[in-house]
């Protein structure tokens, strides 16, 4: 079946590092991609979506390109700053199965520090 | 705001007892998505609704139950809690599936 694996955490950057939070999926059919950020104590937030092969995503000065020949969508994010603080987790949508339900991966805490 | 509403924030009862959470998805949203989050087991979808017709069943217990009702909000059943029961549970909302899905802010459920 589908699924979505990322990196385990936590990921301890100093504020201005670079980061690349690792995701790969397997899917059957033609799957849309996203990543949502969870604050501490609230729900998750869509982050940046890409729904085609060589799409890239980007909100915030984050980026991720789907690539389907390494079938990866990786994360990063040139100079991250203690408000990124989070938790990541990757996602996809595989229109092609019919049951349109979105696959997690298990999520990748990143702490900043200052 | 993501647009989706659950209630209530949290939540506390005994085991043995039952509970209904409720979801309000965005205006216009036909499909509900219901997921678990716990600290060991990361965020796992339960069941997904589309115009109050059941989509797809992922790793939900059979002493759960839920329901789309026709002006789409959604209701999960949670029944003969269990310790192992207490957790965030999240409301999801989309246009279709395969786009994107909005969170609410979760039910914190303990129980005791």
């Known amino acids: 079946g589908d699924s979505v694996t990322q990196m385990e955490g936590p990921v301890t950057l100093s504020e201005e590092a670079f980061l690349t939070i690792n995701c790969t999926y397997t899917a059957t059919g033609y799957p849309s991609l996203f990543w949502y950020v969870q604050y501490p104590g609230e729900g998750l937030q869509l982050l940046l979506k890409?729904?085609?092969?060589?799409d890239k995503g980007s909100n915030k000065g984050f980026e991720a390109t789907y690539r389907k020949e390494t079938t990866s969508f990786h994360l990063e994010k040139g100079s991250v700053q203690v408000s990124d603080s989070a938790v990541y987790f990757c996602?996809?949508?595989?229109?092609?199965?019919?049951?349109?339900?979105?696959?997690f991966g298990t999520g990748t805490r990143l702490k900043v520090l200052a | 705001d993501s647009g989706v509403t659950q209630t209530p924030k949290h939540l506390i009862t005994a085991t043995g007892q039952r509970v209904t959470l409720r979801c309000s998805p965005r205006?216009?949203?036909?499909?509900v998505y219901w997921y678990q989050q716990s600290l060991d087991q990361g965020l796992q979808f339960l069941i997904q609704y589309y115009n109050g017709e059941e989509r797809a069943k992922g790793n939900i217990l059979e002493r759960f139950s839920a329901q789309q009702f026709p002006d789409l909000h959604s209701e999960l059943n949670l029944s003969s809690l269990e310790l192992g029961d207490s957790a965030l549970y999240f409301c999801?909302?989309?246009?279709?599936?395969?786009?994107?899905?909005?969170f609410g802010q979760g039910t914190r459920l303990t129980v005791v």
């Open positions: 996602a996809l949508s595989d229109r092609a199965s019919g049951t349109y339900k979105y696959i």
């Open positions: 999801a909302s989309s246009v279709q599936g395969n786009t994107e899905a909005f």
């Open positions: 890409a729904t085609k092969a060589d």
């Open positions: 205006s216009g949203d036909l499909s």
